[in-house]
T-cell receptor, first 115, second 114 residues
């Protein structure tokens, strides 16, 4: 069964550094998402992306965050200047459609640790 | 805005015993409800969903959940758990027009013991 793959599985970075989290969505999916989960807290929606544009973003997704689909397969989340509070598990997801009837397929996540 | 509450952070249970994982939601508009499961070192996988129709929905591995509008609940149940059901379970909600922008609960860690 096709799956969403995320790399790396764990990234450690120093505060103020830029990080790029990478995702390869399922090949025939058109909608892409990033969610994150701070340890012990809820899984939170960050952003959705379709047709090379952000379709929706949450309040968390401020100017230090950006997303990109640099080629036909990868979908990336960039954090420009990391803060301690950015430490979390980041999940990429994709779906065929944007409808609630089109289930999200999640990757295994990237654990980001900011020191 | 909608919200989801999972009151139980951990639920220990013996193998072959029944289990119920509780989920309550809050929303001013109609909702669609989901349960996701996360096995160790894996991503979240859709377990089951309620969109419309019958309020009782079932998964292929024996879990079921019942949508109760009056109690704003969507509890997950299994009559007899297996050691392989050990995982974290997340309840999630979206609203009409909300697409796949899900609001999740904090998750319940189900630990099945021999």
């Amino acid at each position: 069964e096709p799956e969403v793959t995320q790399t790396p599985s764990h990234q450690v970075t120093q505060m103020g550094q830029e990080v790029i989290l990478r995702c390869v969505p399922i090949s025939n999916h058109l909608y892409f998402y990033w969610y994150r989960q701070i340890l012990g807290q809820k899984v939170e929606f960050l952003v959705s992306f379709y047709n090379n544009e952000i379709s929706e973003k949450s309040e968390i997704f401020d100017d230090q965050f950006s997303v990109e689909r640099p080629d036909g397969s990868n979908f990336t989340l960039k954090i420009r200047s990391t803060k301690l509070e950015d430490s979390a598990m980041y999940f990429c997801a994709s779906s065929e459609l944007s409808s609630y009837n089109s289930p999200l397929h999640f990757g295994n996540g990237t654990r980001l640790t900011v020191t | 805005a909608q919200s989801v509450t999972q009151l139980d952070s951990q639920v220990p249970v013996f193998e072959e015993a029944p289990v119920e994982l509780r989920c309550n939601y809050s929303s001013s508009v109609s909702v669609y409800l989901f349960w996701y499961v996360q096995y160790p070192n894996q991503g979240l996988q859709l377990l089951l969903k309620y969109l419309s129709g019958s309020t009782l929905v079932e998964s292929i591995n024996g879990f079921e959940a019942e949508f109760n509008k009056s109690q704003t609940s969507f509890h997950l149940r299994k009559p007899s758990v297996h050691i392989s059901d050990t995982a974290e379970y997340f309840c999630a909600v979206t609203i009409t027009g909300g697409g796949n922008k899900l609001t999740f609960g904090t998750g319940t860690q189900l630990k099945v013991e021999l």
